[in-house]
């Protein structure tokens, strides 16, 4: 059966400047992009054009170019929302990642609502953001944790999460493993939240740059992500949370920006989102943020689905047949339950080992725990090989990698 | 640019393929120390024994991690099995330094420390080209951060 996708590949290729430079002579096969994406054209110009022509501090500027800086910046917000489907922009806030948005949350709202002996719901395939936070008020606090397991093929087990959800204040999960490419259920775990009356946090890191995204039909409380995953530039993450949890939320970092009035005797809080937006923004980051989403949103998140989708399909195809039991790819085996992230054991080569004979054929994949200890430690293994794709890879670069892999088998051979 | 030649050297896939006092000594008496990498996640678990004159008579490595990082123990394992922690001392700055001249003069001339002590590396020599891949040079030294820590603990 052929392989079809709604995208020109090829063409959109030809956006990202990245793309069409050689490493060690050859053009580089870029297989990263669950630990960044790479930039369009169009990103990196909005944000120079701001540094060019509009550079000035945002809001309580009266000058021209401060209310063009602002206009533009709140502008982005809207793009935000729109792109989420959020109700109102005081839901959109900025931070500096999806690990601080994390961190906003656990500081902010648990520390003002957990008590100890309170139940915080985590998963198995937890990134370290949504997992040291919260161990961080377990040390000060005295709050519990429990865990979702997985399943065999990498999926969350949830026979059990009617008692695991019991009596749990807060439910905080992935909805797409960034080692296994798993896509979670998301809804039947926010419904299984509301149920008990706990609050539900949504770790969108791997899943908002690849998947449709909606807050509202996500039954969610909060979700969090970062730019740089999706097409935008470091420095800009967002923090989604629906407005009447938000209104009731003390501060997390304070300064400029945040307030409305300070005396000497205290202060009183700005109105959202900005009263979580201490200090000057990240002005130039959040334009690029707009304009990576106005990218993607020209494009069809649902068409960069459909191709990340033909392209998972091929690299399982691909890698198996090439190598039969030779390669373990982890998580899910059927597609519709996984993003293009393929975290893999070659033979029995070290991932470090792998991924130092790709780099020799231009091949960027990432070696490591990705950020996940404690799946790797329930996967029993102490690092994979994590290749993974987005809008701008073809199966040409699926191809290549299997080509430097068995250019890395033939290597090691013993 | 340098090719994966110059980093695995034969005789380091030699140590990766059948590594050398790959095991464990019982602790205690041993001195049982982990090292990690946590870049990584490689681990690697010295034993250690020492006796009354401070001499290393048994080591034994265990763990898991890249070839580099599992020879560079296996090679350490062997080349200070029966050498005082003194004598150890003196090749573990000898080793560090040549893992770290090239470091420091990335870009400019290669200067040798004159303090270095005059020791011999032997196999470990083998090693030398990992400079030339400076993300790597972490896994080279694990072994070696892990034994300073069980020789500072079993002298403790």
Known sequence: MALTSPLDAERIRADFPLLGREVHGKPIIYLDSAATSQKPNAVLDAMDLYYRTINSNVHRGVYQIAEQATNELEAAREKVRAFINASSVAEVIFTKNATESLNLLVQSWGRANLVEGDVVLLSHME???????????????????????????????????????????????????????????????????????????????????????????????????????????????????????????????????????????????????????????????????????????????????????????????????????????????????????????????????????????????????????????????????????????????????????????????? | MPGLEDLYREIILDHYRNPRNRGELESPPAQRVEGFNPLCGDEIVVYLELDDDERISDIRIGGQGCSISQSSASMMSAAVKGHTVAEVGDLTRAFKGMMSIHESSLGGESTEPEDLPDVKLGDLEALRGVVKFPVRIKCATLAWNTLAQAIDEASA
């Open chain 1, 127 to 414: 990134h370290h953001a949504n997992i040291v936070p919260w161990h961080m008020l377990v040390a000060e606090r005295g709050i519990q944790l429990r865990w979702i397991p997985l399943t065999a093929d990498g999926q969350l087990d949830l026979t059990d999460l009617d008692a695991l959800v019991e009596g749990a204040k807060v439910l905080s999960v992935t909805a797409m493993s960034n080692v296994l490419g798993t896509i979670n259920s998301v809804r039947t775990l926010t419904d299984a939240a509301r149920a008990v009356g706990a609050i539900s946090i949504i770790d969108g890191c791997q899943s908002v740059p690849h998947t449709s995204t909606d807050v509202q039909a996500l039954g969610a409380d909060f979700l969090a992500f970062s730019g740089h995953k999706l097409l935008g530039p470091t420095g800009i993450g967002v923090l989604w949370g629906r407005e009447e949890l938000l209104a009731e939320m003390p501060p997390f970092i304070g300064g400029g920006e945040m307030i409305r009035d300070v005396r000497l005797d205290g202060f009183t809080c700005n109105d959202l989102p900005w009263k979580f937006e201490a200090g000057t923004p990240a002005i130039a980051e959040i334009i690029g943020l707009g304009a990576a989403i106005d990218y993607l949103s020209a494009i069809g998140i649902d068409n960069v689905r459909a191709h990340e989708r033909m392209l998972t399909e091929y690299t399982l195809r691909t890698l198996s047949m090439r190598f039969g039991d030779d390669i373990v790819i982890h998580g899910p085996t059927e597609p519709e339950h996984r993003g293009g992230v393929f975290s893999f054991a070659f033979k029995d080569l070290h991932p470090h080992d792998i991924s130092q004979v790709l780099d020799e054929h231009a091949v960027c994949v990432r070696a490591g725990h990705h950020c996940a200890k404690p799946l790797m430690k329930l996967m029993g293994v102490g690092a994979t090989a994590r290749a993974s794709v987005y809008l701008y890879n073809t199966t040409a670069d699926i191809d290549a990698l299997g080509d430097a892999l068995e250019a890395a088998g033939s290597f090691f051979a013993f």
